[in-house]
Nanobody
Framework: QVQLLESGGGLVQAGGSLRLSCAAS????????MGWFRQAPGKEREFLAA????????YYADSVKGRFTISRDNAKNAVYLQMNSLKSEDTAVYYCAAEYGSVRAMSPDYWGQGTQVTVSS
């Protein structure tokens, strides 16, 4: 089992950048595929990016490809989401997630509590 805690959200102007962090508990963190999702008001939760256990493979949604970068540090039990060129439509609650599985078809077993990102135009 793993527990996840996101941080790094906040208010940023359009065109700006933010880096989200997700701290994980548990000795098996390095075994998990990790991902980031978001949910905007009135919308379904949306997949953004995933990274495999070693960090060798990543996968992105088209909506963020080229703007967002996922990375992980297994020594620190952490996963990150670097977000650049932010747009107002990126405003949402961002969630960290974990599962044993493919980066291309995440169906997470574990979720963090979320961190709010607000992009002002």
């Amino acid at each position: 089992q793993v527990q996840l805690l996101e941080s790094g959200g906040g208010l940023v102007q359009a065109g700006g950048s933010l880096r989200l962090s997700c701290a994980a508990s548990g000795r098996t963190f390095s075994s998990y595929t990790m991902g980031w999702f978001r949910q905007a008001p009135g919308k379904e939760r949306e997949f953004l990016a995933a990274i495999n256990w070693s960090g060798a493979y990543t996968y992105y949604a088209d909506s963020v490809k080229g703007r967002f970068t996922i990375s992980r540090d297994n020594a620190k039990n952490a996963v990150y989401l670097q977000m650049n060129s932010l747009k107002s439509e990126d405003t949402a609650v961002y969630y960290c997630a974990a599962e044993y599985g493919s980066v291309r078809a995440m169906s997470p077993d574990y979720w963090g509590q979320g961190t709010q990102v607000t992009v002002s135009s």
